[in-house]
């Protein structure tokens, strides 16, 4: 019964008339951010970022906005997917693979609704799942010392490079980019300053505010430089939209399945949305068999990706609230956002800020309903946004970035180091080095280190200390076969390619 | 595979200069046994390793654009590094309502369209960052305003 105090603890937060305004309000800039062809949660969420902070909102409000416009943006997604064949981020390109045929063959509608049903079933299992599993984890996060969380850290290290990248070392590169970054500055420990080539402006350390926007952002601006705008304009039209009662009644089972199954995979850390979407439609591929007819524009594989999706965007929330170790690109942009609000996730943050907790996720569950009401009546809405030329939306993203980054500290220094970032976020991406990486190397790197010598501290230096407990061993053989085993199984589990007109 | 080989070559030369300045660390008298210069030495060491198993097994080269756009990127860049550098001295208005114009112009090849987007996107941004979100932006150049 702790549970339903807990969430009455919540509800009462939520329910406040500025609170629930700001999910609303959030949830509607979410939709609008996922539809737009360019932007995604990541790069939607890293934007705002910088502009919660300076409207001077508190802890609470501010999260239970920003959240808002994830799951929002993890809805209005499907939007671009299914209508212009773009995915707003990699999750999302399952769903083109039978949204977008659908909408060829005349049935755009159809296939947002039963979309935006599946994103409800799946988004609000997860929450239920979250609210279950999460107490749960945390209190078995109170055993973790810091030879645990350091093998931890390693794990979400680990698995983000082997399951979600293409070649290892590319990914291992990324990871030692972001960690690497994240060493500049003065060091906690002694109090000398690293590497930062005597440069005043770099004994802060990098924002990592800086990176996410410039990586996410700007690098997307020079991709649309690059393109010409070119794949934003073919689309298709969305006649009338009729709610096809049948096809969801029968996809419901596989709605329930790929819930879990995302759920499951943004529970990993490191292993996210793209996983918990890309298994769940694998899977259901298969449990339909050749006659199922996926890829061509059936029911189920539209709500199979698209429950998996927001499954595992409410899972990826469970390691990312208890541990502090986020499950995929967006929950590691929101990890930023909880340390920009000066909150530590961990198991602590259950017991000394439960009104933070329970009152985000009380705020999801309205979220959701909400969304659920936007997206399906009023879907008809947020399609007009996808006409907004690209000319037009891309340099306000920039501009919007500047911003941000400036009302932060006020120093072209920022500025500059945006711009690097975004002209690194763009070679680093033409050659296939994932970006989601060196976010979380520079975000986790610091508490890695901290780890490591915490560690060395409690054992006088002797390193045989972090395998000395079952649950260090288990996490240090989880990151080794998470990132060796897609070596061999790579063969077999080949990504679907997108379908081309 | 040539782009590979570089891009590992760099990424090599960059983990063994990490490391170099790394080992160049001051540490303090409350020293612990890892010390300030083992983690990024061994994230330097880690990344020379994996730049070397890039320069051996090297995925295809990915499409490089045409030397035109990279043009247009390298103007891009300049823009935005110019405009890092106006945007205190010169106020929101101006330089954002030329860059985000030069930036639209780089994306579609239209004068007019570009100039109405640099305007629009200025002056709406500004009324909304201003008054409805209350940061504290200063719309004309400093020298205007004193």
Known sequence: MELLSNLAIGFDIALSPFTLMLAVFGCFIGTIIGALPGLGPSNGVAILIPLTFSMGLDATSALVLMTAVYYGAMYGGRISSILLNIPGDEPALMTTLDGYPMAKAGRAGDALVISGVASFVGAFLATIGLMLLAPMLAQVAFLFGPAEYFALYLLAFATLGGLASNNQAKAAIASCIGLGIAMIGVDNNSGMPRLTGGNLHLFDGIDFLVAIVGLFAIAEVFFFIESHGKNTSIGVKLEKVTVPVKEIVGSSVTMLRSSVVGFIAGVLPGAGASLGSFLSYMSEKSIAGEKGGFGTGVAKGVAAPEAGNNAAAGGALVPMLTLGVPGSGTTAVLLALLMTLNITPGPTLFTERPEVVWGLIASLLIANFVLLLMNVPMVKIFVKILSVPAWVLLPGVTMVSFVGIYSLSGSYFDLLLMVLFGVLGWVLRKLDVPTVPIILGILLGGHMEDALRRAMVLSDGDWTYLFSSGIAIGLWAVAVVGFVAPMFLRRFLTKPQRITD | ?146
């Not at chain 2, 983690?39 to 730049?51: E, S, T, Y």
Request: charged fraction near 10%; aromatic fraction near 10%; include cysteine.
């Open chain 2, 1 to 146: 595979m040539a782009s590979d080989r570089i891009f590992g070559a760099v990424v090599t030369l960059i983990a063994l200069a990490y490391i170099a300045s790394a080992t160049q660390i001051q540490t303090s008298f409350m020293a612990d046994p890892v010390g300030p210069k083992t983690f990024p030495i061994l994230i330097g060491a880690v990344a020379a390793i994996c730049g070397i198993v890039i320069i051996l097994k090297p995925d295809e080269d990915p499409a490089w654009p045409e030397l035109r756009t990279l043009g247009a990127l390298a103007v891009a860049v300049v823009v935005l590094v110019a405009y890092a550098y106006a945007l205190k001295p010169l106020g929101f208005l101006i330089p954002t309502a030329v860059t985000a114009a030069i930036l639209s112009y780089q994306i579609h090849p239209n004068t007019k369209q570009a100039a109405l987007a640099g305007i629009g996107l200025s002056l709406g941004l500004f009324i909304i960052f201003k008054f409805a979100l209350g940061l504290s932006l200063f719309g004309l150049p400093s020298f205007l305003t004193h």
